[in-house]
Nanobody, 117 residues
Framework: EVQLQASGGGFVQARGYLSLSCVASGFIFDDYVIGWFRQAPGKGREGVACISIRGSANYADSVKGRFTISRDNAKKTVYLQMNSLKLEDTATYYC???????????WGKGTLVTVSS
């Protein structure tokens, strides 16, 4: 069974930090690009960061310099370190795995991040 389990969300004050994890199972993790997406209340889902199979990272402009994505293939886990959190970072965060060779895509259930003033 394919699973992507995101965790680490919670309540944090503005300028604080949180670390999210996404643990994968049921597919060959090393072959997949992993991305973090988020969806704020009343808004569409947007890409936050992604990491290639070789570890190259890309970020949305809104989080550059504050968020860091990393992966540990041995643990089949991707992390999102979120620093200097802002109110507008409040959202449900999802991880997605994509094999761009064949388009296979998996989504995990989200984890809620709430940033308060």
């Amino acid at each position: 069974e394919v699973q992507l389990q995101a965790s680490g969300g919670g309540f944090v004050q503005a300028r604080g930090y949180l670390s999210l994890s996404c643990v994968a199972s049921g597919f060959i993790f090393d072959d997949y690009v992993i991305g973090w997406f988020r969806q704020a209340p009343g808004k569409g889902r947007e890409g936050v960061a992604c990491i290639s199979i070789r570890g190259s990272a890309n970020y949305a402009d809104s989080v550059k310099g504050r968020f860091t994505i990393s992966r540990d293939n041995a643990k089949k886990t991707v992390y999102l370190q979120m620093n200097s959190l802002k109110l507008e970072d409040t959202a449900t965060y999802y991880c997605k795995a994509t094999d761009y060779r064949n388009g296979m895509t998996y989504w995990g259930k989200g984890t809620l991040v709430t940033v308060s003033s």
